[in-house]
Each structure stands twice: as C-alpha cells, then as structure tokens.
C-alpha cells in the first residue's frame, strides 16, 4: 500500500479522531512536531477528539500530562478515554457492595467516584468476599503481580461476579524495539484461565466511537464517512474504526513500524484505507 501525506489527506474531513500513545507521544514523550500537526488540523477548521486506552487519568489530568510534555491548547471534552466509560458503566450498574481491583490508587480513585468502596486485590480475604460486587482490571501497575495475579485467579474461582476490564491494551511501547505487558494483556491471561467472559472498554469495541462520534454531533452534523480515524495499532485503532465504518490511517511512529507493516497486515486481515510515517507533514 502506498504512503500517503497526512497533512494532504486530513484536509478531505471534517472530522478527525486521533489514538494518543503512538500518534502524539511515545515513550520519550510527546513526539517532535505534534503541536505543529495539531495547529494544523485548527487551521482548517477539523474538530479533533483523542481516544484514548488509558484508564487510569482523567479528562482534566489528561489535558495537564499533555501540557507537561509539551503539547498546548486540548481541550478536555477533546479527550476520549476507555476510563470514562468503564466509570459509567460502574456507576449505572454496580449500585452497592465493593468493588476489587488491579491497579493502582490514582487510577482507582478516578473510575470507582460513584460512593462505593473500592478494595485492592492483595487486601482481599478470600474466606470473605460475599461483600465484593465487581472487579475491575485498572492499570498494569499498583500491584504485585504475582502474588495479586494468583489471588485473582482464585478470587474468581470463588465467585462468579461482573469483571470490567478499563483498558483493552495488550502491551505498550518502552523503546523503539520493546514493548511492556499492559492491563488488557494480563487481563486475557486471566479471563483464559477461569475460563470466563470480561467486560472489556476501549478500543477496538465500538462504544469508544460512539461515544466520540455523539459528542462531535453535539457541535454539528457529522457523519461517518466525514471522520478520518488515525491510529498506530491495527489490532485497536484500526480494527475499531473498520468496524464503526470509518476511513482509517495507520501511521508507523508507534506500535506498527515501516518494516513489518505488509506482514501484520497480511497475518492480521486488518486492513487500514491508508498508510503514513507519521502525522508530521
């Protein structure tokens, strides 16, 4: 598939829906010339919204971890995270007990705000759980894992209950060449071996682009074909935006690199409508 521009394709929509780890920042930070790239979508007058995997941060803490690395001028109703909708779904359907998890405090703090008491997996007595209405898989970090990881196993063995997982990443990048297990990959791990079925939030499910796609609407009149979706993971941005019918742009400045693009493709059948080194030019 042949390279294209983003800077000449974004000018075809009215709309543009951007994934944050791997498009706007890597793991050195935020990736050079990003603020410029968004000046540019403002400049012709694109919305954008950001959808993001990331559970354990807020609209408005997302906003401010942006502008310590250096990208100025998001907005928080902008930003779209896999959290958000884990938190609404507690709230409306979880109405009493506890609720367990994995992950750490902050990220706890932020999703379970609808009053119940939220306990993590290492406090847990498992000769005591009739109180514990939900688990909640957070962050990959906050616990340790391999103790936590076996008490959860067996913790499920013990009781069937809803298990809501808020970030559906497998892994995420460390370096150029290295990659780091995350929530959604330990997650499978675990929903493989009880042999159950999770509740999973973010990208590729659809909910994460409905979500946005009502938002924008809120602002004006959009359709699906008016959003370019942009993304660096097949198996999430990609895979999503196919599915909610969307045109999508896979760009290699993060999960996907130039040199094994063909084969993912071909091993995955995700297909992107089109491909670009980055959102730089």
Same mark, same amino acid.
């Given at each position: ?5 983003f ?27 990003v ?17 993001t995997n990331d ?15 250096? #990208? ?8 779209? @995270? ?6 609404q ?8 007990g506890?609720i367990?998890?994995?992950? @750490? ?25 009739d109180?514990?209405?939900?688990l ?12 936590d ?18 970030n ?7 370096? +150029? ?15 493989? @071996?009880?042999d ?7 990208k ?15 602002t004006? +009149? ?16 990609? #895979? ?14 993060? +999960? @996907?690199?130039?040199d +094994?693009?063909? #084969? ?18």
């Amino acid at each position: 598939m042949e390279k294209v521009s983003f800077y000449s394709l974004v000018k075809n929509y009215k709309a543009v829906f951007i994934d944050s780890y791997g498009v706007l920042k890597n793991h050195e930070g935020l990736i050079d010339g990003v603020q410029d790239s968004i000046e540019y979508i403002r400049s012709l007058g694109i919305p954008l919204r950001v959808l993001t995997n990331d559970a354990s941060r807020s609209q408005e803490q997302q906003v401010k971890v942006f502008e310590s690395i250096g #990208l100025e001028g998001l907005k928080k109703e902008e930003i779209i @995270t896999s959290g958000m909708l884990a938190r609404q779904f507690l709230e409306l359907k979880i109405t009493s007990g506890k609720i367990a998890y994995l992950g @750490t405090e902050r990220s706890a703090e932020y999703i379970l705000q609808s009053g119940l008491e939220h306990i993590p997996i290492s406090d847990i007595d498992l000769e005591d759980i009739d109180d514990i209405s939900a688990l909640l898989f957070l962050d990959d970090e906050g616990f340790d894992w391999n103790c936590d990881i076996n008490k959860t196993v067996n913790f499920l063995r013990r009781k069937n209950l809803p298990v809501v997982v808020a970030n559906s990443d497998k892994y995420y990048p460390v370096s +150029n060449n290295d990659v780091a297990i995350a929530i959604g990959g330990i997650s499978r791990l675990v929903e493989y @071996t009880v042999d159950q079925k999770f509740i999973r939030f973010g990208k590729p499910d659809t909910q994460m682009f409905m979500y946005a796609y009502d938002e924008l609407n809120k602002t004006g +009149n959009f359709e699906k074909k008016d959003i370019l979706m942009v993304g660096d993971t097949l198996r999430t941005d990609i #895979l999503g935006g196919n599915k909610f019918s969307l045109k999508t742009l896979l760009v290699l400045s993060g +999960n @996907t690199r130039a040199d +094994n693009v063909d #084969l993912k493709i071909n091993s995955t059948g995700i297909i992107p409508d089109y491909i670009a080194d980055s959102i730089l030019n």
